[in-house]
């Protein structure tokens, strides 16, 4: 006969044996080999696997797997994480920011399943100060735009800016979604009491998005132009060469998705003849850009 407890010991063994084997997933990998266990992560190139508890779980990327019988476990923890894998960003009036799925909205009471885990919360309306998508990032993958560039120089005299910055058209294309070029074209020709003053400039410019927060893309870059100048006033005539360096951010408005709206400060220098210059675009009003991109 065996005693109560030896009977309880064994009906916890069966139960922990049997309860570990209705949640265990069967994973099929394409060398043949086939691993029986627990998914407790996962991503998109990768599932990491706890085989048994004294183990080091083993990680698998996605494209070494053939196929996968899931538990029941494992069906409720990938469709739990499904569930927040875009929740919304709530800010709250007070500082507080929340993540998760809004369940109910009014003009009295929002309703958010939080992300973290801790059931339904609601709010009331009035608390909240803005909701937004982490859906709603801006990709500008491949886009063009045409536009303006307004130069501000930080130099200046009596006969105009010593720098010789004008505003440009711009011609901007993104080669992916984090690296940019843009083609910017300017001309001015003034003529007064037989002084001629006359601006001609190309430049081309390559930049690198470094960061994204929702719809405004931070960036920096370099550009290289040619210039041409003829200033009478100021006897200075030639061609020649300018460099830039510049940090920027462009935003975007979902009333307006086509267009970007850009601010930037920079370092350039200029060298035309016997005429050079060096300029800190941080005066007053840096520079500024708008684009339409299709």
């Known amino acids: 006969m065996f005693s109560l407890k030896t009977i309880g010991f064994l009906c916890g063994l069966i139960l922990t044996f049997g309860l570990s084997n209705l949640y265990a997933e ?9 691993i029986e266990g627990k998914i407790i992560n996962y991503s998109d190139e990768s599932l990491t696997v706890e085989i048994n508890k004294t183990d080091e779980p083993i990680q698998f990327q996605k494209n070494q797997i053939l196929l ?25 009036k007070n500082g507080e920011v929340l993540r998760g799925k809004v369940t109910q909205f009014n003009k009295d009471y929002v309703t958010i ?12 309306s009035t608390e909240l100060s803005m909701i937004v998508s982490t859906t709603d990032r801006i990709d500008m993958t491949q886009r063009n735009g045409f536009g303006y560039h307004m130069n501000k ?3 200046h005299s009596t006969n105009g800016p010593g720098a010789y910055d004008s505003d440009q058209l711009s011609y901007k ?8 070029s843009d083609i910017l074209f300017a001309f001015g020709n003034v003529k007064s009491n037989e002084q001629v003053f006359k601006v ?3 430049d081309y410019r390559l930049g690198v998005v470094f960061d994204q927060k929702q719809n405004t893309q931070f960036y920096y870059g370099g550009s290289a132009g040619y210039m041409q100048i003829k200033d009478d006033v100021n006897a200075i005539e030639g061609s020649g060469v300018s460099l830039k360096g510049f940090l920027g951010a462009e935003m975007f408005f979902n009333s307006l998705p086509n267009f970007g709206f850009a601010g930037e400060i920079g370092f350039g220098i200029k060298k035309i003849g016997e005429y050079s210059s060096s300029d800190v675009s941080t005066s007053s009003f840096p520079s500024f850009s708008i684009h339409y991109y299709y």
């Not at 994973?27 to 086939?34: A, D």
């Not at 996968?68 to 709250?92: H, R």
């Not at 294309?173 to 940019?180: G, Q, S, V, W």
Request: hydrophobic share 35%.
């Open 200 to 202: 001609v400039s190309l």
């Open 153 to 155: 120089s930080a130099l």
């Open 113 to 124: 399943e939080s992300e973290q885990g801790v059931g339904s919360i609601q709010l009331p």
């Open 68 to 92: 996968i019988n899931f538990g029941k476990g494992a069906q409720q923890q990938i469709t739990k994480k499904k569930k927040f894998e875009n929740p919304l960003v709530l800010y709250l």
């Open 173 to 180: 294309f993104y080669l992916d979604k984090t690296m940019f």
């Open 26 to 34: 069967t994973i099929y990998l394409k060398s043949g080999e086939t």
